[in-house]
């Protein structure tokens, strides 16, 4: 079975070890920290802020300023999506994320840091089956920004374009090849724009 094929197949996964980073955030310039500790089968992702247990679904994040957001009840978490991104290509299906401060480190602006802490630590396979949501449509969000399409496949592929304010247009496809994401999609930096 190849690791993509253990992405969607087979048993959950948790971190192998608790681990730490600190750094600072990048909106609010304060230090900030992350704790990912172990999670028991079929918890699922879920982040601690001030005492405040948040699963993780699409009810509490939304899209912030080139960023996902968490929104908590003592209010809003900034960069998310990079912790979320490892997890998701590591093959996380269950962990505590405790969050120090406003947001998760920003560190150089890309997964990087958190893709090589958990190529440290590891996974341990835990005993219960993975589910997954099953995309039987043609599914699409956009705005004036970009979009985003998902439709059913037997393969796992992504098709990213990008065309920069200044005309250059880079594009990308993955299929079936997750482990290429440590190298060449992990240090991918969020890139910011301004309108003048």
Partial sequence: MTKTEELFFGNQH???QEFELFGTGLMTGETCSIRVKPAPEDTGIVFVANG??????????YPGFHNLTLKTSSGDILYIEHILSVFFSFGVDNAIVEVEGKEV???DGSALIFSERMLQVG??????IRRYFVITERTEVRDENGIIIAEPSDKFIIHAVYQSPNGKKEEFIIEDNIEIYPDEIAPARTLFTRKI
């Fill in 105 to 107: 480190p920003f560190f």
């Fill in 14 to 16: 948790t971190v192998a």
């Fill in 52 to 61: 405040e247990e948040i699963k993780l679904s699409q009810n509490i994040t």
């Fill in 123 to 128: 996974l341990k396979e835990q005993n219960s």
